[in-house]
């Protein structure tokens, strides 16, 4: 059952909450018209409403308001990344959700969300909830982050190598080399670097069932998966990747996070960052996203990383290709939901409407440009000589 208000109780509250629902229409009418969008339109990126009360909802709870009415078949759409994108490049979601915005990032300033037990909470939340959902969505690497189809890769599987080999390329990888991989995941990547470049590879994962699988899939290898916080790690490295690990770490830990990667790595060895960003410093979460798909998590700027890594690193090159993003996410959607026969007996149907926008929602961000997906490339002296970009 809904938590908000149904216009229940005395004849008065009755007539109160239909004045107030009557307004927020008529805003969200001005808002989405400004966007392009059209209530119960012909267009794939119309909103069919199918309960008034949505107006209000999304008006005091912005984006959470917005995806629970989705989970709760609230509205529908045809093109929900259009949708998006289109709400954000008219800065629809600045001019909602007036209880929960000013109250967005408040505990992160007071409280280190990342360190200790919380670290791990991200695991056990959103990657542990089961290796046959990521199974059926991701490539046969099951590598969970932004493919590489800029180089006219035809499918998720060429996408997701190519972005393999160009990570293996920017880190100059020579066979008999230590490298950390820092956020493993199933494993995919060390996999790949230990059988086609000859690296020896230790991975680490907050997730139980990431290390249980990734173990397996490297058995034979000289890889080595550790079930460990970043902080814990010891040794030294030639080479250090993260790879869609950054956005866990938290603004309060960015400083500490490449610290770590200086201390782990050797002096002429090569670090590589690949993260989601924000346009704009933003110590806040987005609300929906914070409570159903990634606790604990918030997306790096350009200012925070470079403050982080400012006199323990030499960046040495700085590629975006977010709109790759876009390409990926609709591929692991289409991949979901055509698994969706197989994976309904272990999960509702307001499981699938949450995952659907999930990964919907994230393409309509790409496809706007309101995210970014980053690779830099770090060393601890500068390369001698230079460092040659490669793309």
């Known amino acids: 059952m809904s938590q908000f208000p ?73 093109a929900i990344d259009e949708l998006v994108c289109r709400l954000l490049t008219a800065q629809a979601p600045q001019q909602v959700g007036w209880l929960t915005q000013p109250l967005l ?18 695991g056990q939340r959103h990657y542990d909830i089961g290796n046959d959902l990521y199974e059926a969505m991701l490539d ?7 493919a590489y189809w800029d180089g006219g890769a035809q499918t998720l599987d060429e996408a997701q190598e190519a972005k393999l080999d160009l990570i293996a390329r920017k880190l100059e990888l020579q066979p008999g080399m230590r490298v950390l991989d ?19 590879v230790v991975g680490i ?15 034979g290898l000289p890889v080595e998966i550790r079930l460990e916080d970043y902080r814990q790690t010891q040794g030294k490295f030639d080479r250090i990747l993260s790879v869609g690990m950054f956005e866990h ?49 918030m997306l790096p700027s350009p200012h925070l990383i470079t403050a982080a890594f400012e006199g323990l690193f030499v960046l040495e090159d700085w590629h975006n290709f977010g709109i790759n993003y876009v390409a990926t996410l609709k ?19 307001r499981f699938r409407r949450m995952w659907r ?19 830099l490339v770090l060393s601890p002296r500068g390369v001698s000589g230079g460092y040659r970009s490669l793309r």
Not at 140 to 146: A, F, G, L, T
């Open 6 to 78: 149904c216009g229940e109780g005395s004849l008065g509250m009755g007539k109160g909450l239909n004045s107030l629902h009557r307004l927020a229409r008529q805003y969200a009418l001005r808002v989405l018209d400004a966007a392009g969008i059209t209530l119960n339109g012909s267009q794939p990126w119309d909103i069919q409403v199918h309960d008034e009360r949505l107006y209000l909802r999304c008006l005091l709870y912005g984006s959470l308001g917005f995806g629970e009415a989705y989970m709760e078949g609230w509205w529908d759409c045809e």
């Open 105 to 122: 990032g408040l505990d992160s300033c007071l409280i280190n969300r990342q360190r200790g037990k919380g670290a791990f909470v991200i």
């Open 140 to 146: 046969r690497r099951m590598i969970y982050s932004c």
């Open 182 to 200: 820092i956020g493993c995941g199933w494993g995919g990547t060390a996999q790949y670097l230990a059988e086609r470049y000859g690296v020896q």
């Open 205 to 219: 994962t907050v997730s139980k069932e990431q290390a249980k699988l990734a173990s397996e899939r490297c058995r």
């Open 249 to 297: 770490v938290g603004y309060r830990n960015y400083r500490t996070f490449m610290q770590v990667a200086r201390r782990l790595l050797n002096d002429n060895g090569l670090f590589l960052l690949h993260t989601i960003g924000s346009n704009v410093a933003y110590q806040g979460r987005d609300p929906w996203i914070e409570r159903y798909i990634f606790p604990n998590s």
């Open 331 to 349: 591929a692991w959607h289409a991949n979901f939901e055509q698994a969706w026969p197989k994976l309904a007996d272990r999960y509702d149907e």
């Open 357 to 375: 926008l999930y990964l919907l929602m994230s393409a309509g961000s790409f496809k706007a440009r309101a995210s970014q997906l980053w690779q």
